[in-house]
């Protein structure tokens, strides 16, 4: 094959790229906030990050921190949302990098996040009950280390989401070559796909709506630089979770789906059992138990709260 030919080729390859990563650019509609409630933003470091508050202020405070993924938000709360404002006066972020906050060009990490958590925590609430997902269960614990929290909820957390590949986070971050491979791991298939092998135990509960937002959300201006970190395992904290809820005086429960795959349920028990920590199991559920059961899961979250008096007839 002639050079003219094969330069031909590869000039239309990366043509054809830029082509398609303006149009699934032009594609992503703005990001609607999807929550009931009021929504505020909080300046931190420079990064405009948003919030929504629900609730009645006299009630205890809680915080909702969703997990990292591709097009991950606080609309991972939306089923629940409105059942803990009844009892709560809530806040659910939206982290630097996710949602509707800022996605500046940042080298991501598990202190920034943690060191975040901690600024929001003392900053915007009052010793808020923190209920946290996935890996950012293990930035919350990081932050509850140094601030106040009445208690911790940690659903499926891990610290752990396999070796540290730097050149990944290289890859994806740069313009051509990285945009087009985070927009194939951004697809639309591909977020189902995600839902369905670790999201959900029963594929008939995901929402086409869900995976419309989470498309959104991740095609947003500046979307690949976060999950960038996350999938090179650059997220993931120096401590070991366990050692570290060990060492903390702030209550803790865990909360697992029975039939998680990405953090087992074996995972839970061996976290529990060594830093002694209550741990509540939910059937047919994976790792967004909340979501799929979530009146089980504000349920069992009363049982665990008994101060808030979640679903009582007071």
Known sequence: MKARTVLGAALGTVGGAVLGNR??????????????????TYRWRGIETTYTVAGDPNDPDMLLLHG????????????????????????????????????????????????????????????????????????????????????LVLICPTDETGDERPWVRTLLRTPIVGTTLYNFLASKPSIRYFYDRDGYYDSD??????????????????????????AAGTLDPEFDLATA????????????GRDAELVPLREGRDLAEAADLDLVVIDYATQLPHAEHPDKFVEYLSAELPRAGIGSDE
């Not at 594609?27 to 009931?36: C, F, H, I, V, W």
């Not at 809820?245 to 803790?252: C, I, K, N």
């Open 23 to 40: 149009l699934l650019k032009r594609r992503a509609s703005g990001l609607e906030n999807p929550l009931p409630g009021i929504e505020r």
């Open 68 to 151: 990292v993924h591709t097009g991950a938000s606080s609309n991972e709360f939306q089923p629940i949302l409105e059942q803990l404002a009844e009892d709560y006066h809530v806040y659910a972020v939206d982290l630097p990098g996710f949602g509707r906050s800022e996605r500046p060009p940042l080298v991501y990490s598990a202190t920034l996040y943690a060191e975040f958590v901690r600024d929001f925590a003392d900053d915007v609430t009052d010793e808020p009950i923190v209920v946290a997902s996935s890996l950012t269960g293990a930035f919350a614990a990081d932050a509850a280390d140094e601030t106040e929290f009445e208690r």
């Open 205 to 230: 509960r995901i929402d086409a709506e869900e995976v419309q937002y989470a498309w959104d959300s991740a095609h947003q201006p500046g979307a690949r630089y976060a999950p960038a970190s996350f």
């Open 245 to 256: 809820l060990a060492a903390l005086e702030t209550p803790t429960t865990l909360v697992w």
